[in-house]
């Protein structure tokens, strides 16, 4: 089983940069692949990024491309969503989500857990 716990959201302006983290508990981390999902208010929970068991691979949905940077430090049991150039339709509640595959997909059911999630807040 694997607990995850995000940190890292605010309140910041458009073009700004913030960190996302996801700290995650259990021995198996490893065999995990990690994915962030944001739901923002009145819509449904969408795909961000994804990043494969050693980091070698990463997945983003396509308006993050360029902007969002996923990576991941099995050493620490985290995994980091690096959020760059931030405008205000990236606010949404951000959650990291573990799957026991080693393949990342991009629909939630997907996932066997979940962490509470982060706030983020971006103004115009």
């Known amino acids: 089983q694997v607990q995850l716990v995000e940190s890292g959201g605010g309140l910041v302006q458009a073009g700004d940069s913030l960190r996302l983290s996801c700290a995650a508990s259990g021995r198996t981390f490893g065999r995990h692949t990690i994915a962030w999902f944001r739901q923002a208010p009145g819509k449904e929970r969408e795909f961000v990024a994804g990043i494969s068991l050693s980091g070698g691979s990463t997945y983003y949905a396509d308006s993050m491309k360029g902007r969002f940077t996923i990576s991941r430090d099995n050493a620490k049991n985290t995994v980091y969503l690096q959020m760059n150039s931030l405008k205000p339709e990236d606010t949404a509640v951000y959650y990291c989500?573990?799957?026991?595959?080693?393949?990342?997909?991009?629909?939630?059911?997907?996932?066997?857990?979940w962490g509470q999630g982060t706030q983020v807040t971006v103004s115009s």
């Open positions: 989500a573990a799957r026991l595959s080693i393949l990342v997909m991009t629909n939630q059911r997907q996932y066997d857990y």
